[in-house]
């Protein structure tokens, strides 16, 4: 699977441990940075970088990471498609694609630190979305919310 990365300077630090961890899945990253760090950028911009990945389907999944990931995942969720959630625990990380088919995950660098983040990107690149009717039709009314913009 394809996983596009995104982190501004509050997510920097955390930058590396998700995407070793990614590749340590065997899966494969889309960089879309930041590259260098930098103190006067915007997650707002990282966030889209990973939403248009996974609106061409260049990318099947995204991580974003901020300084606390709500940001991230506020600017994440205002794109067509994209099902971002702020996840500081496992079992969301996992149950957010089971249950909602989550296809980005945010993070906080300042909340978590590196194994906790790996723990996260486990559960959240492993996890499949069920299939079960239940979720399909809760899935089809957020997507119905979605195309309806109310």
Excluded: W
């Amino acid at each position: 699977m394809n996983i596009a990365v995104g982190a501004d300077h509050g997510g920097y630090s955390l930058k590396d441990a998700v995407m070793d961890e990614v590749k340590k899945q065997g899966h494969t990253v889309i960089d879309c940075g930041a590259k260098l760090y930098d103190a006067t950028d915007d997650y707002p911009d990282f966030a889209r970088a990973v939403g248009l990945k996974v609106q061409s389907g260049e990318a099947e999944r995204g991580i974003v990471v901020c300084g606390s990931g709500v940001g991230a995942a506020i600017a994440a969720t205002k794109m067509v498609g994209v099902r971002a959630c702020l996840c500081h625990d496992t079992y969301s990380a996992r149950q957010g694609v089971e249950h909602d088919n989550m296809n980005v995950l945010a993070l906080g660098a300042r909340i978590i630190g590196d194994e906790l983040a790996r723990e996260l990107v486990r559960a959240f690149v492993n996890a499949k979305f069920n299939t079960d009717p239940r979720f399909q039709r809760r899935l089809d009314k957020v997507l119905k919310i979605e195309k309806d913009k109310s």
